[in-house]
């Protein structure tokens, strides 16, 4: 019974963590088997087919392999091709055996035109092999929070135990475009490679994503990430796109036709025209003051990172907060520890909350005198007034009462010296 009652908690509290999926009436009907809109801030699904069954991600993956190569490796690293590049299938860069290019260069080939042979230099560069390099692939997808993802290669060629999801797939980009180098090479339309010691011939690169490119899907905003395709994988795509400093990723996998650029379209313009994203507080931002002490001594209480939260538009004044403090607040304090949190709240539900840190160490004396820790600074000056004064006039009455109590004593002897001659 005991057994019960715990698993039963723990499956409370998995499932109140799940990301809120929205019911807008205007979902847009996506012709693929599986599809996700996730807000790039936070990580809030706002469209949801099947985000969680497994699929093959085809050329996708190059989204993981890119990341990790970026932050392992060094752009400017001259990498020597090795034999791997020649068994590999699909799209090619012709790279040779000895070939030598930068980093930055396979991976722009990599992640504008896909080219296979390319990844397979980047593993073997960063990982030493393309297996050791899986595995890499694998640690940083659990890192991610993209649990339900297994990777045995670098480029996503067809494997059986080569598979993700929507949702996980969603999770890596929207990790690797937090980063700039990432996000300056999947916006990129054009890209060459001057001659290298094996070709003698400028590579012209063009990026595969119509909805960054001039084309019929041209999407006002796009600005990512990644294509993909094999025969058993289908039609596979992440998209990003930014409007008014609001980013949206989508995915949608297993794709059969060529509808999946329209409906990813649908997908961003349902979450662009139907949601607003909110910002409730800034990152150090001082939300208020904690007061200790019998003097009130305000410490500063400073916001551990900014909240954002995407709501239904309309919906935008019903974020509400709450701040909640520790019960007891006592010196020392270290600056940076957590004093409490602000609660945020949408129509009565909590959907988060941001620590509390304290902006300043905080000690106190023995006159009580608050002052930071290198005490070079003596905090709340009104108060260390007062607290002087106290702590001179209990000086003071000490004095006299000891002067009295001496006084007494010298008196007492006398007299009973007097009394004995």
Do not use: C
């Not at 949206?248 to 990813?264: A, K, P, R, Y």
């Not at 649908?266 to 001082?286: A, C, M, P, W």
């Not at 905080?362 to 009104?382: A, E, F, Q, W």
């Not at 003071?396 to 007299?415: D, E, M, P, T, V």
Request: a positive charge; charged letters at 20%; glycine letters at 6%.
């Amino acid at each position: 019974m005991k057994k019960l009652i715990i698993l039963i908690l723990i499956l409370f509290f998995a499932l109140s963590n799940i990301p809120n999926v929205y019911a807008v009436e205007n979902k847009p009907e996506i012709s693929g088997p599986t599809a996700v809109l996730m807000e790039f801030s936070n990580g809030q699904v706002l469209y949801d087919k099947n985000m969680h069954k497994r699929m093959y991600p085809a050329s996708t993956t190059k989204t993981l392999t890119a990341i990790i190569a970026i932050q392992k490796g060094n752009l400017d690293d001259i990498v020597t091709v090795n034999d791997d590049v020649t068994k590999i299938d699909g799209n090619s860069m012709y790279l040779v055996p000895g070939e030598q290019l930068t980093l930055r260069q396979l991976l722009y080939a990599m992640l504008l035109e896909s080219d296979n042979d390319a990844a397979v230099a980047i593993a073997d560069h960063i990982g030493g092999n393309i297996k050791d390099f899986a595995e890499m692939m694998n640690r940083k997808a659990k890192e991610i929070g993209a649990k339900d993802s297994h990777f045995v290669n670098p480029n996503g060629l067809p494997d059986n135990n080569h598979y993700s999801t929507p949702y996980d797939m969603a999770l890596i980009a929207r990790y690797a475009m937090q980063n700039d180098i990432f996000r300056q090479i999947v916006s990129t339309v054009h890209y060459q490679i001057p001659p290298t010691n094996k070709y003698n011939k400028i590579r012209d690169l063009w990026i595969s994503n119509k909805l960054i490119k001039p084309t019929n899907f041209h999407y006002d905003g796009a600005d990512g990430v990644k294509t993909g395709y094999t025969v058993v994988a289908k039609q596979v795509l992440i998209a990003s796109a930014t409007r008014n400093a609001h980013r949206l990723i989508s995915v949608i996998m297993g794709d059969e036709g060529t509808n999946i650029w329209s409906d990813t379209i649908k997908l961003l313009n349902y979450g662009f025209d139907n949601f607003n994203l909110v910002k409730k507080n800034d990152n150090n931002e001082i939300i208020t003051y904690a007061t200790i002490g019998k003097v009130n001594f305000k410490v500063p209480l400073i916001a551990k990172e900014p909240f954002y939260y995407i709501v239904k538009k309309g919906e935008e004044n019903n974020i509400k907060s709450e701040i909640v403090l520790n019960k007891q607040l006592k010196t020392p304090i270290e600056k940076g520890s957590a004093l409490g949190y602000i609660k945020y709240s949408l129509n009565g539900s909590e959907i988060g909350r941001v620590p509390l840190l304290s902006g300043e160490n905080v000690y106190k004396n023995l006159m009580g005198t608050y002052y930071n820790k290198d005490r070079s600074i003596v905090l709340n000056s009104n108060d260390n007034i007062i607290n002087y004064l106290k702590f001179i006039s209990g000086l003071l009455i000490l004095f006299i009462a000891i002067a009295i109590w001496r006084k007494k004593r010298i008196r007492s002897k006398g007299n009973y010296i007097f009394s004995k001659d």
